[in-house]
């Protein structure tokens, strides 16, 4: 999220508009880091029910300070927020879920989805836009009642860096298959069952590596005898690409995704993707009548997920098709300037904020006339 929330923001300072981002004070520093116009405001809001009034006036009084032309909700609690505070008149609201939370309200039961659902409802007449990562996103709002034919839902993509995410040749030395499956450890990636899944039928000479933050302890019991052998787990790195360089497959369990960034940098590495069935995996790694980069098998197959795998790594054929296939389709689907560009439209479509000329050129925006566009982002 943080990543994607650079490059929005940096885009936009790059552009003209004078931009502002509340967000926890670890994600800032990373964010001043990246480009010190961009103009940094601390917001840790809670998500305890009783906080949410405290949360919602808190941004409703940084608005006010701020006085944005836009304000734009990144994820689900940050949507909550910016939807009930009350901006002030004249703030234009874009909604960016990043994974609808219907699927992770089912599973705390007590009609969490169906109260998801309603809540989604009521604030799309609250939003100016709403921007999804793939079209499996748009579709998902549809099938819980969301009026996503109005006209106000765009799909923009995910933007990746394809020249800093890039395929690097590696000299072909002996050494095991890598599986990399990349993601914090958390039920939605799905990592306790792949971890079970590989217990049970683990591919023999091959290693399967998972790289991310979290209490490692449930997915080391699914997986007692391969833990540390087979089996291996790594903590977050601030640069992953020396592990899409060294792996020769990304591995997918997930439950529920808006559109993958770990997807999308690997597609972008040149490193085929096996993932289950969820948002925006079809498009981007197995579209009907083209060439396929990786597979795509039935929501929580895993037997599936590691058979196709394991197809993979006997046959170098395959992967040296799909690698290829990878790179063209981040760079089709997942280019910052194409992702940005579709963002542009949808703010000039909806909230009436002019994009740029194809020489960058800042058009004015309406009532004002330096032509810079104030944005306000929360996260």
């Given at each position: 999220?943080?990543?994607?929330?650079?490059?929005?923001?940096?885009?936009?300072?790059?552009?003209?508009?004078?931009?502002?981002?509340?967000?926890?004070?670890?994600?800032?520093?990373?964010?001043?880091?990246?480009?010190?116009?961009?103009?940094?405001?601390?917001?840790?809001?809670?998500?305890?029910?009783?906080?949410?009034?405290?949360?919602?006036?808190?941004?409703?009084?940084?608005?006010?300070?701020?006085?944005?032309?836009?304000?734009?909700?990144?994820?689900?609690?940050?949507?909550?927020?910016?939807?009930?505070?009350?901006?002030?008149?004249?703030?234009?609201?874009?909604?960016?879920?990043?994974?609808?939370?219907?699927?992770?309200?089912?599973?705390?039961?007590?009609?969490?989805?169906?109260?998801?659902?309603?809540?989604?409802?009521?604030?799309?007449?609250?939003?100016?836009?709403?921007?999804?990562?793939?079209?499996?996103?748009?579709?998902?709002?549809?099938?819980?009642?969301?009026?996503?034919?109005?006209?106000?839902?765009?799909?923009?993509?995910?933007?990746?860096?394809?020249?800093?995410?890039?395929?690097?040749?590696?000299?072909?030395?002996?050494?095991?298959?890598?599986?990399?499956?990349?993601?914090?450890?958390?039920?939605?990636?799905?990592?306790?069952?792949l971890a079970a899944a590989w217990e049970e039928a683990p591919i023999p000479d091959a290693t399967l590596v998972l790289l991310g933050a979290g209490d490692p302890r449930a997915v080391r019991a699914a997986a007692r005898h391969t833990w540390g052998g087979s089996l291996r787990w790594f903590d977050a790195t601030d640069d992953v690409r020396p592990w899409l360089h060294a792996s020769d497959v990304l591995v997918m369990a997930s439950r529920y995704e808006g559109q993958s960034v770990a997807m999308a940098e690997a597609l972008a590495?040149?490193?085929?993707?096996?993932?289950?069935?969820?948002?925006?995996?079809?498009?981007?790694?197995?579209?009907?009548?083209?060439?396929?980069?990786?597979?795509?098998?039935?929501?929580?197959?895993?037997?599936?997920?590691?058979?196709?795998?394991?197809?993979?790594?006997?046959?170098?054929?395959?992967?040296?098709?799909?690698?290829?296939?990878?790179?063209?389709?981040?760079?089709?689907?997942?280019?910052?300037?194409?992702?940005?560009?579709?963002?542009?439209?949808?703010?000039?479509?909806?909230?009436?904020?002019?994009?740029?000329?194809?020489?960058?050129?800042?058009?004015?925006?309406?009532?004002?006339?330096?032509?810079?566009?104030?944005?306000?982002?929360?996260?």
């Amino acid at each position: 999220m943080l990543t994607l929330v650079e490059t929005i923001a940096a885009h936009q300072v790059a552009r003209g508009d004078e931009v502002h981002v509340l967000a926890p004070l670890p994600a800032l520093a990373a964010l001043a880091k990246r480009d010190s116009r961009i103009v940094c405001h601390p917001w840790a809001p809670q998500r305890r029910p009783s906080q949410w009034r405290v949360a919602s006036a808190t941004l409703r009084v940084a608005a006010r300070e701020i006085a944005p032309d836009v304000a734009h909700l990144h994820s689900f609690f940050p949507g909550i927020f910016g939807r009930v505070a009350h901006l002030p008149p004249g703030v234009r609201v874009v909604y960016q879920p990043h994974s609808w939370a219907f699927t992770a309200a089912a599973a705390a039961g007590r009609g969490g989805e169906r109260a998801v659902a309603a809540w989604e409802r009521r604030a799309w007449h609250r939003t100016d836009a709403v921007v999804v990562n793939c079209h499996d996103e748009l579709a998902e709002g549809g099938a819980h009642g969301l009026p996503v034919g109005d006209g106000r839902g765009h799909v923009v993509g995910l933007p990746v860096d394809t020249e800093r995410y890039h395929p690097s040749w590696r000299p072909p030395v002996p050494r095991r298959p890598v599986l990399l499956c990349v993601g914090r450890l958390c039920r939605q990636k799905g990592q306790e069952e792949l971890a079970a899944a590989w217990e049970e039928a683990p591919i023999p000479d091959a290693t399967l590596v998972l790289l991310g933050a979290g209490d490692p302890r449930a997915v080391r019991a699914a997986a007692r005898h391969t833990w540390g052998g087979s089996l291996r787990w790594f903590d977050a790195t601030d640069d992953v690409r020396p592990w899409l360089h060294a792996s020769d497959v990304l591995v997918m369990a997930s439950r529920y995704e808006g559109q993958s960034v770990a997807m999308a940098e690997a597609l972008a590495c040149g490193l085929p993707v096996v993932t289950t069935e969820v948002n925006g995996v079809r498009e981007a790694v197995a579209p009907l009548g083209r060439p396929t980069a990786g597979a795509v098998v039935g929501h929580g197959d895993l037997t599936a997920l590691l058979d196709a795998c394991r197809e993979r790594l006997v046959d170098p054929s395959i992967l040296a098709r799909e690698r290829e296939a990878a790179r063209a389709r981040a760079v089709e689907l997942f280019d910052v300037e194409g992702v940005l560009g579709r963002l542009d439209r949808a703010y000039a479509r909806d909230v009436r904020v002019a994009p740029p000329s194809a020489l960058r050129v800042t058009v004015p925006a309406a009532g004002d006339p330096a032509g810079r566009v104030r944005a306000g982002v929360a996260r």
